[in-house]
């Protein structure tokens, strides 16, 4: 008798468990959905309004980097890039001599 209560018991928490996890699984493909939804939303509504104002390009900041440029590709057109060898010296310790 005692054996079918034991079995009983089982069965009963092996159905509740595949319950649960059917529960758990509804729950999980809902918050999902939420998050999807709310994603997609999020991104339509960038695409509509656009990221925002920005502040427009200052004029001393864009002379700079065209002067870069223009110094870079002097730099880089006449000239090839070489490579030069320093020999790093070391005292007995480790240190930078």
Not at 4 to 13: E, M, P, Q, R, T
Not at 67 to 74: A, C, D, E, I, S
């Given at each position: ?76 057109s006449g000239a ?18």
């Amino acid at each position: 008798m005692l054996d079918y209560l034991v079995l009983a018991i089982v069965c009963l928490n092996l159905l509740f468990c595949v319950w649960m996890l059917r529960v758990l699984t509804l729950e999980l493909h809902k918050a999902i959905s939420q998050i999807d939804l709310m994603m997609a939303q999020a991104i339509q509504g960038l695409v509509e309004k656009g990221l925002g104002d920005f502040e427009p390009i200052n004029p001393i900041q864009a002379a700079i980097a065209n002067m870069l440029t223009q110094n870079l590709q002097k730099s880089t057109s006449g000239a090839t890039a070489s490579v030069i060898d320093v020999e790093v010296v070391r005292d007995v310790a480790g240190k930078f001599s």
